[in-house]
């Protein structure tokens, strides 16, 4: 199962197309970007888990 790379942040709707901009994930998926993360301490505000970056794709 691919993840869903979700194109844009889920605190202040920052559009993060895959795969310019830095986006940040939790293991549920969650999307945030840079900012939002590094103001939320590097942790998913719906589940407590660490946000870290999401993983880049080889483009088409």
Do not use: Y
């Not at 895959?18 to 970007?33: K, V």
């Amino acid at each position: 199962m691919a993840l869903e790379m979700r194109e844009s942040c889920e605190k202040c709707q920052k559009s993060l197309p895959h795969p310019s901009e830095e986006a940040f994930i939790c293991s549920f998926e969650c999307t945030f970007c840079g900012d939002c993360t590094t103001a939320m301490s590097h942790r998913c505000p719906n589940c407590g888990g660490e946000l870290l970056r999401r993983p880049r794709r080889k483009a088409k």
